[in-house]
C-alpha cells in the first residue's frame, strides 16, 4: 500500500509504542516523526505541515489534550488522533468536543489504527482541495468581467 509519503507526527512517551508504531505506518508508506513529548512535536508541527497528528492523551510536561488544544490554535484542518490506554469516555467525549478527529484505546488493533490515520489522511487531502478550489473559484469570479 502507497501512501506517497504522507506525513504525520507520532507521540508517545513509551518508547516501545512509539518504535513499534512508527515502524509499521513507515512500513505502510507514511513519513513518520515521532517524538516523545508534545513540546517538541509541537515545535516541528509549527515547522512543517503534516496530514495527521497521532498523539498519547497521558504523557508527561503536556497532555495529548494539551496538545490537540494547541496545534487546533495553529491549524484547524490537521486531524489529530488521540490514544489512550485507559479508555475512559469523559475524556474521549471532551476530546471529541475539542475537534479530536478520533479517539483509539490501547492495546489497538494495528488495522483499526492505520483505517484511522488512512481516513485522516484523506480528510485533510480533501479539506486542501476544497481550499483550493474555493481560491480557485473566487480567482475565476474576480476575474470575470462584469457586464
Excluded at 64 to 80: F, S, W, Y
Excluded at 94 to 99: H, S, T
Excluded at 119 to 133: C, F, I, R
Amino acid at each position: 500500500m502507497n501512501n506517497d509519503g504522507r506525513k504525520i507526527i507520532l507521540i508517545d512517551d513509551d518508547p516501545f509504542v512509539l518504535e513499534s508504531v512508527a515502524d509499521l505506518l513507515t512500513d505502510y508508506g507514511f513519513t513518520v516523526y515521532p517524538f516523545n513529548n508534545g513540546r517538541a512535536a509541537l515545535e516541528r508541527f509549527r515547522d512543517e505541515p503534516v496530514d495527521v497528528v497521532l498523539t498519547d492523551v497521558k504523557m508527561p510536561s503536556m497532555t495529548g489534550i494539551e496538545l490537540l488544544k494547541k496545534v487546533r490554535a495553529i491549524n484547524q484542518e490537521t486531524p489529530v488522533i488521540l490514544t489512550t490506554g485507559f479508555a475512559e469516555v469523559e475524556i474521549a467525549i471532551e476530546a471529541l468536543k475539542m475537534g479530536a478527529f478520533d479517539f483509539i484505546s490501547k492495546p489497538f488493533q494495528f488495522q483499526h489504527l492505520l483505517h484511522a490515520v488512512e481516513k485522516g489522511v484523506q480528510y485533510k487531502s480533501m479539506k486542501l482541495l476544497e481550499k483550493n478550489y474555493r481560491l480557485e473559484l473566487e480567482q475565476t469570479v474576480t476575474r470575470r468581467p462584469r457586464s
